[in-house]
């Protein structure tokens, strides 16, 4: 376990060495937010549809005593959206898409010698193919976030408009009731350490593929294990830290 | 020219290499030869810096390798060229972006001059109307000369290459042999060329070292190693029907 962190670290210190070329890496750099944070849109707005509409009806039928106002449906489904919803299980979904596409890109490069071939150019593969991957993660996860925060409480106003159970004048006086600005500014960091955790995680495990097409599938599979349980680990630190 | 001497590796406690001393000359073609297992892959990793070796010293024309901090070393790897036994080729890059990449890596060219030299390498290695190809596109024939016109569009000092031949036919296998021995000369390069392929040998072998069990067993070019009395070499050359009919 110490050797493997000591290991991560050390990539760590590879990964983020100044880039070879600032034109190569900024080129990367945009491949990577189209193919870790573009391609990733469809999904998020999907899952985060159904989480917000889900959260408004399930808020709306626990809502027995009259002397709990409708509006709470607008503002729970707010707050569950921006708390934990859209930064932890977001990103959870992300580590599982994203994190495995990363490990199983960067191991098959290793067992095809890809790898092996940036370096005799004399090219630091680490921080030429990892680098810009945590870049993109870092800086278009938190975007993927708000845009999934949006979308969730849209899906649970349309949810309460389709059903009927609360009106959407209701809806939305609780949805700007009681804003503390600070909770989009905790589910940024938590979004950002998250987004961290799965590219560099990922990173490590596809870098250091010792094998063939079964160890690519195997460090894949691990990437996304991994990735999750420590996402799961700071969430709780994070937490403590940030809002208690 | 490359001066390899007195090289060990060991990977627990079976050595794979045994106090390997050797030159690599330049502009010609050196073959390293030997059975699998016999340490040749782990000799071109030493020369090329993917293996530590745990003794010994390699000279790239006077520049002792291993003893170099990693950023000298790095200014002699951008004068290699490798060309790897499955073509190491990017996988999500074309063609051309793929011969492309050491110029966008290491040079000031522009775009222009960068496209003139991609163009210029691939009809070197008779490649045209393939640059929009992914390699995924090609055959196993076509993925090598790209990787040679990759290996060569830096203009590189060395040149490695690993199994050139495997997985090819006998006449493509012929042509790749011809072109590196080709390159070789025109550019005067130094080439190391790790092979088990008798055709190549007897083709291209202008120096060539025999490995037996991770030692330098024999030395010698390719007209005398249908001569020789060294039993080992005589064992790995007339291994094949063929060759031995040829002998009789």
């Known amino acids: 376990m110490l050797k493997l962190l000591g290991e991560y670290l050390l990539l760590l210190y590879d990964i983020f060495k100044r880039p070879d070329k600032g034109p190569v890496f900024r080129r990367q750099l945009l491949v990577e937010f189209v193919g870790l944070g573009v391609d990733s849109i469809g999904i998020v707005a999907i899952i985060s549809v159904f989480t917000g509409a889900i959260v408004a009806i399930q808020t709306a039928y626990n809502i027995d005593s009259p002397l709990i106002p409708l509006t709470m449906v607008g503002f729970t489904t707010r707050q569950m959206m921006i708390l934990e919803f859209s930064p932890t299980i977001i990103s959870l979904i992300l580590a599982g898409k994203v994190g495995s596409r990363i490990a199983s890109e960067i191991g098959t490069m290793r067992v095809t010698e890809q790898i092996d071939a940036l370096r005799v150019m004399g090219v630091n593969p680490a921080n030429y193919l990892i680098l810009p991957k945590i870049t993109a993660s870092m800086l278009f996860n938190p975007v993927l976030i708000i845009f999934s925060i949006v979308v969730g409480i849209w899906g649970g106003w349309f949810a309460c408009l389709v059903t009927g159970l609360v009106t959407s004048a209701d809806f939305i006086a609780g949805l700007r009731g009681w804003f503390e600005p600070f909770t989009v500014g905790y589910a940024m960091i938590k979004t950002v350490v998250f987004a961290f955790i799965i590219a560099s995680v990922s990173g490590f495990l596809g870098y250091n593929v010792d094998g063939g097409s079964v160890e690519v599938g195997k460090a894949s599979t691990k990437a996304v294990v991994v990735s999750s349980i420590l996402i799961i680990f700071f969430d709780l630190i994070l937490t403590q830290l940030l809002l208690v | ?248």
């Open chain 2, 1 to 248: 020219m490359i001066h390899v001497q007195g090289i060990n590796k060991s990977f627990g406690t079976h050595q794979v290499l045994k106090n390997v001393s050797t030159i690599f000359e330049k502009g010609k073609t050196n073959l390293i030869i030997g059975q699998s297992g016999s340490g040749k892959t782990i000799l071109m990793k030493c020369c090329i810096g993917l293996v530590e070796p745990d003794g010994g010293d390699i000279s790239f024309d006077e520049r002792p390798f291993l003893a170099l901090a990693e950023k000298r070393k790095k200014d002699i790897r951008k004068e290699m060229g490798v060309l790897f036994q499955g073509g190491a080729l990017f996988d999500s890059l074309t063609v051309e972006q793929n011969v492309m990449f050491p110029l966008n890596m290491f040079t000031d060219m522009t775009p222009e001059e960068k496209l003139d030299r991609v163009n210029f390498c691939l009809r070197r290695v008779n490649l045209e109307n393939v640059n929009q190809l992914f390699p995924s596109e090609i055959s196993g024939g076509m993925m090598k000369r790209v990787a040679i016109a990759r290996a060569i569009s830096n203009n590189p000092s060395y040149l490695f290459c690993d199994e050139p031949n495997s997985g090819l036919d006998p006449k493509t296998a012929e042509v790749i042999d011809q072109l590196i021995s080709e390159i070789t000369e025109e550019y005067d390069i130094t080439t190391v060329i790790n092979t088990h392929d008798m055709n190549s040998v007897l083709q291209i072998g202008q120096k060539i070292n025999f490995l037996y069990k991770g030692e330098l067993w024999w030395t010698g070019d390719k007209n005398t190693i249908l001569n020789t009395q060294n039993e080992e070499l005589n064992d790995f050359v007339f291994s094949t029907e063929l060759t031995r009919r040829i002998r009789k």
